[in-house]
């Protein structure tokens, strides 16, 4: 998930630091998860979702088909 999340990040041009203050989500959270250490909780998910304009299924697609 978080590739994807690195992608968006490009495409809209913003920081993880940017998209904390945009969203509430902690930095440390998406360390967190970049590390691989958490995975997001689906909360977390609708609002990145919403945030980079695209749908959860976009998101977790390459994790659900992981498993």
Same mark, same amino acid.
């Given at each position: 998930? +978080? /590739? %994807?999340? /690195? %992608? =968006?990040?490009?495409? *809209?041009?913003?920081?993880? +630091?940017?998209? &904390? *203050? @945009?969203?509430?989500i902690?930095? &440390?959270?998406? &360390? !967190?998860? *970049?590390k691989g %250490? +958490?995975?997001? %909780?689906? /909360? $977390?998910? $609708? ?5 980079? !304009?695209?749908? =959860?299924d +976009?998101?977790? @697609?390459? @994790? =659900?088909? $992981? !498993?």
């Open positions: 998930m +978080y /590739e %994807k999340l /690195e %992608k =968006l990040m490009v495409i *809209k041009g913003v920081t993880p +630091y940017q998209v &904390s *203050k @945009d969203t509430g902690a930095t &440390s959270t998406l &360390s !967190e998860w *970049k %250490k +958490y995975r997001p %909780k689906i /909360e $977390k998910l $609708k609002i990145l979702a919403n945030y980079f !304009e695209v749908t =959860l +976009y998101l977790v @697609d390459n @994790d =659900l088909n $992981k !498993e």
